[in-house]
T-cell receptor
Framework: AQSVTQPDIHITVSEGASLELRCNYS??????LFWYVQSPGQGLQLLLK??????LVQGIKGFEAEFKRSQSSFNLRKPSVHWSDAAEYFC????????????FGTGTRLTVIP | GAVVSQHPSRVICKSGTSVKIECRSL??????MFWYRQFPKKSLMLMAT?????????EQGVEKDKFLINHASLTLSTLTVTSAHPEDSSFYIC????????????FGPGTRLTVT
């Protein structure tokens, strides 16, 4: 069965520091991978996605993620965090069910300190 | 493009009443929409998949008679929480999948339901 693991529940970084949020997935076929961001009380915004091709994908707001098949990972990175990046981040895997569902990780809450 | 709206954004209702939440795809047609529920500090839980013109498919453990879903057009799906109780208080998020775009879902801004 498919699953998504985000091992870090909460991460705190200083503004301007680099960031890496971890995501591991379990799925038997080629995964479709996504990162979403959710600000408090808001819906989900797509940061980036991986379907195929180049394993390093660029997203909005300066984020990037790298798909590593050997490690079943899709970690999200940003070289310099801004205070506005404080939010909840969700990794998700799209699976080939009849409904093409997304399966979400439990999320990582990012706090940015001045 | 690919904007999904939800209405209302917040609703407070009394226990025993019903509440309807609308989900609209504003600039594309969505044959499939999804309804999620999110508990505080938790991830999204898929409640049901809504297909235009047919019955919704509910996830295990979700009461279909309590959470009525109607997808009457290619741009509108509604979720009605019937006989709401305080334990139904939650953040409900809908999403829509555009035809021809596998595994992509565009999310609405969510609806905060509080049942008193």
């Amino acid at each position: 069965a498919q699953s998504v693991t985000q091992p870090d529940i909460h991460i705190t970084v200083s503004e301007g520091a680099s960031l890496e949020l971890r995501c591991n997935y379990s799925y038997g076929a080629t995964p479709y991978l996504f990162w979403y961001v959710q600000s408090p009380g808001q819906g989900l915004q797509l940061l980036l996605k991986y379907f195929s091709g180049d394993t390093l994908v660029q997203g909005i707001k300066g984020f990037e993620a790298e798909f590593k098949r050997s490690q079943s990972s899709f970690n999200l990175r940003k070289p310099s965090v801004h205070w506005s990046d404080a939010a909840e981040y969700f990794c998700a895997v799209g699976v080939q069910t009849g409904a093409n569902n997304l399966f979400f990780g439990t999320g990582t809450r990012l706090t940015v300190i001045p | 493009g690919a904007v999904v709206s939800q209405h209302p954004s917040r609703v407070i209702c009394k226990s025993g009443t019903s509440v309807k939440i609308e989900c609209r795809s504003l600039d594309f047609q969505a044959t499939t929409m999804f309804w999620y529920r999110q508990f505080p500090k938790k991830s999204l839980m898929l409640m049901a998949t809504s297909n235009e013109g047919s019955k919704a498919t509910y996830e295990q453990g979700v009461e279909k008679d309590k959470f009525l879903i109607n997808h009457a057009s290619l741009t509108l799906s509604t979720l009605t929480v019937t006989s709401a109780h305080p334990e139904d208080s939650s953040f409900y998020i809908c999403s829509a999948r555009a035809p021809g775009r596998p595994y992509e879902q565009y999310f609405g801004p969510g609806t905060r339901l509080t049942v008193t």
